[in-house]
């Protein structure tokens, strides 16, 4: 039988280069490569994960999740030491959204957010219910 292997959120974004510049100094990602002539595309990755990040055309929007719906996130990753993370992101200089916490489903967890308001939430599972 097939298996699933990997997911990978597609974040709309007003400028490209920006934003995988930003998941590179601020969030820790790295990237190899920009497709598109302009740059359009880029995928980050880290410890396997990846981010894909697609150009929005002129005057294209895109609203974030959490507008939509209150606290709602676009992506979601779990991290095996959220407080080394959390650290980590604080140093870097990462738009902290919400603060590390534990929430009431068994999961320690903070938000940042990116350049184009996307919610990114980082946890660890805690306490499996």
């Known amino acids: 039988m097939s298996k699933f292997l990997a997911v990978a959120p597609v ?3 007003r400028d ?3 934003a995988a510049d930003y998941y590179r100094d ?9 497709w598109g002539e302009p740059p359009n595309f880029c995928m980050v ?4 994960l990846t981010v894909m990040l697609g150009e929005m055309g ?5 609203t974030p999740n959490w507008k939509v719906v209150d606290k ?6 779990w991290v095996d030491d959220v ?6 992101l604080q140093q870097r200089g990462a738009t902290i959204d919400y603060t590390l916490h534990m929430k009431p489903y068994g999961v320690k967890e903070f938000g940042v957010q990116d350049l ?6 980082f946890g660890q599972i805690m306490d499996p219910c």
């Not at 990755?45 to 396997?48: A, E, I, N, S, V």
Request: charged share 25%; aromatic share 12%; proline share 0%.
């Open 16 to 18: 490209v280069a920006a």
């Open 83 to 88: 407080e080394a993370v959390y650290a980590e």
């Open 45 to 48: 990755q880290r410890d396997g």
């Open 116 to 121: 184009d308001d996307h919610d990114l939430a």
């Open 26 to 34: 601020q969030l820790g990602f790295s990237y190899d490569r920009l």
């Open 11 to 13: 974040l709309l974004v």
């Open 58 to 62: 002129s005057g294209a929007t895109a």
């Open 72 to 77: 709602m996130w676009d992506a979601y990753i």
